[in-house]
C-alpha cells in the first residue's frame, strides 16, 4: 500500500508576519542599531538623519546623532503612542506614527516593524518579487495609531522575509512602495539569522522622490526598560 507524503502545511498569516517581524526588529525582545536615513530629491541626495534605535517588543526609542543641530532629540514610541522630546523643550509632545520624518519616511517607519501587533491579515494570492516566489498579505491596521491604514505585503516562500510593501490609503490608493535588503545578521535564539539592512522607500506620486534608510551596528539584546521611561527621558 503507498502511504501518502504528509502535506506540509502553508504558514498562517500571523505566521508570516511574526517571521518577517523578526528580521526588521519586532518579535525579538530587544535590539539596538543605527540608521542613516537619506531623502532624494530628483534623485539627487537632499538631507540625512543619523539616528540610534533601541527597542523591545513593544516600546522604541529613536535617538538622533546628526546633524549637529537635531542631536540629542528623540522620539519615543510607547505600544502605539509616541512623543517628540527635545533639549530645548521642557515637555514631550505627542506626535503621530504617520507624520512625515524625512522624505518619504514617517515617524513609524523608522521605528522597528510589528505589524503581526498592528495589523490583520488576510492571503491575497501569490507574485514574484525580483524573481523570488512570494506570500501576498493585504494587511489592515487594527488602530487608526499606526503609520499605514493599509499595506500589500509580499513576503518570500524561503526565508519568510518580507520584500516588498505597497502602502495604501484608506481608499486603496496606492502612494509608496518600499523594497527591503538583508545583508545584516543578527544572533537570536542560539541561531544567526538575517535582518534589515537597506529600506529604499519610493513615492508613487511625485517620481524621482525616495527615501533610503540603510541600519548597521545591529545588536540582538535586552534594552533596560529605563530606555523607555518617558519621566527618566525627561529628566536626563
Known sequence: MLVAAAAVAE?????LLQASDRAR???IG???MTSTVIAYQDNVE???YTLKIEADQDNS???FLKPATSAGKMMLMQNRNMWFLSPDVSKPVPISPRQRLLGEASNGDVATTNYS???DATPAGEAEVAGQPCYVLELKAKDANVAYDKIRYYVAKDSQLALKAE???VSDKHFKTASMEYANRIDFAGKSMPFV???EIQDEVQTGQKTVLLYDKVEAAAVPPSRFDLRALLSR
Do not use: A, H, N, Q
Open 11 to 15: 504558514p498562517t498569516p500571523l505566521e
Open 25 to 27: 526588529g519586532g518579535e
Open 30 to 32: 530587544g535590539i539596538t
Open 46 to 48: 537632499d538631507k540625512s
Open 61 to 63: 526609542l529613536v535617538t
Open 117 to 119: 501587533r498592528d495589523y
Open 167 to 169: 502602502y495604501m490609503t
Open 197 to 199: 539592512s537597506k529600506i
